[in-house]
């Protein structure tokens, strides 16, 4: 009997201290946390910084076993591997499941580019990615058709095309491009494998007492629950409407918002606070805006942003933000630092990542302006976030159950 009872009390205790599912975007009791920030089309880099964080091995396959993964969005753009990093991070998702772990990837403001045809910052790789012996043949194809509108809808417009009309469209419509849009446009194929990807992942997610989101969340939107979140941008990512009026484009909408991240107009420390209250949580995990190499906290480590530059067109850093036995961890490829949660630890902290990085002139600018707002905060008597939260932080973000 005593046998049997010692046995249902560590089941007992092992159910508990599983991660628990909350609902669709919540999980509680993770002990491991990995959080990755904005990929752009490099491959090798992403690949380095999941292998120095130790969730994949040297074939990629996930090795993490019950650690959760977090991807803060913006995988395509200003590289040429966002098809190959996808497609991995799909195999990714399913090994993780099975080892017990997850991988969460979000929608980013680049997501949500590509999906509405706002192709500005797409690199010429990505095209190429799609190309197949099938691609020129699918471009003349496509290329007819559009003419065979044009000449139907507006024949004087179609008379006035030059003669070298072709070979312009074709310059800025290489091999790839029309397979591209068959991937990620809904309008043409509500079907495409990287629009159906987008629509799979989540805008925002909370794994124990951290918010992931990839620009931020402002005091705009932060009456709406997580769920609702991601269900405004899916519903806007369908483009039935005007894709530029509504949440894909806010500037203070999830995808966008910088405020958090020291842009002005920067977000008030009293709003911070709100925001963390709405939720309950303790800190916001933000991506989209790099940081040129150092998992950097602002707001007392309410708001840490994890967007390092990993990708060869920002610099190349390799780094990510780990939560482990209850800490909050930096990891770099030369060691793991314990995240300073008060802004007067930071100047330490920076200089020992300034030690690991010595040829990184961006993080000697970050420490004179540090150096600065310091002795602007002394004089005024005041620091970034040395306020505490009014008791009308319901008012900030409206009321919520």
């Known amino acids: 009997m005593r ?30 946390i990995v959080a990755i920030g ?31 993964l977090v991807q803060l969005g913006d995988i395509p753009d200003r590289g040429p591997d966002t098809l190959q990093i996808i497609r ?43 190309v197949t012996r099938d691609s020129r043949r699918i471009r003349d194809r496509y290329f007819d058709a559009l003419m065979s509108h044009l000449r139907e809808q507006d024949p004087e417009r179609y008379a006035g095309l030059p003669a070298d009309f072709r070979a312009q469209w074709e310059e800025t419509h290489p091999l ?27 805008v925002a997610v909370q794994l124990n007492d951290l918010v992931f989101v990839h620009g931020g969340i402002s005091a705009d939107y932060c009456r709406y629950e997580l769920d609702a979140l991601t269900g405004m ?40 606070e709100a925001i963390l209250d709405r939720y309950q949580a303790r800190h916001i995990v933000i991506g989209h805006t790099p940081t040129s190499g150092i998992i950097w906290p602002r707001y007392h480590g309410g708001v840490i942003m994890a967007d390092v530059g990993m990708a060869a067109y920002y610099g190349g850093h390799i780094a990510w933000l780990e939560v482990s036995e ?11 630092l314990v995240l300073p ?30 150096l600065e707002e310091g002795q602007q905060a002394v004089s005024a008597g005041q620091s970034e976030a040395g306020t505490e939260a009014p008791d009308h932080q319901e008012a900030i973000c409206g009321s919520w159950p």
């Open 176 to 202: 790839g491009w029309v397979e591209h849009r068959l991937a990620w446009d809904p309008r043409v194929n509500p079907e495409g494998e990287l629009y159906q990807w987008v629509m799979s992942s989540p």
């Open 233 to 272: 941008v899916h519903q806007a990512l369908k483009l039935e409407e005007d894709f530029h009026d509504g949440v894909l484009f806010d500037e203070t909408g999830p995808l966008w918002y910088r405020g958090l991240a020291g842009f002005e107009p920067q977000t008030p420390p009293e709003v911070v």
């Open 326 to 336: 209850g800490q909050l961890i930096a990891g770099y490829p030369d060691g793991r």
């Open 88 to 130: 991995h991070l799909s195999r990714l998702a399913t090994q993780a499941r099975r080892a017990g772990g997850r991988v969460h990837h979000l929608i980013g403001n680049h997501e949500a580019m590509n999906v509405s045809g706002d192709l500005r910052y797409v690199d010429p790789g990505e095209y190429e990615a799609f």
């Open 38 to 68: 904005d990929v752009h089309g490099d491959y090798d880099n992403y690949i380095q910084t999941l292998q120095a964080a130790g969730v994949v091995n040297r074939r990629g396959r996930w090795t993490g076993g019950e650690t959760h």
């Open 341 to 370: 949660l008060r802004d007067e630890a930071r100047l330490d902290y920076l200089e020992r990542v300034i030690e690991m990085q010595p040829d990184n002139p961006r993080l000697q600018q970050r420490r004179q302006q540090l």
């Open 3 to 32: 046998i049997l009872l010692l046995f249902l009390l560590l089941f007992m205790q092992a159910a508990w201290a599983s991660p628990r599912e909350i609902d669709t975007h919540r999980w509680e009791g993770v002990e491991r």
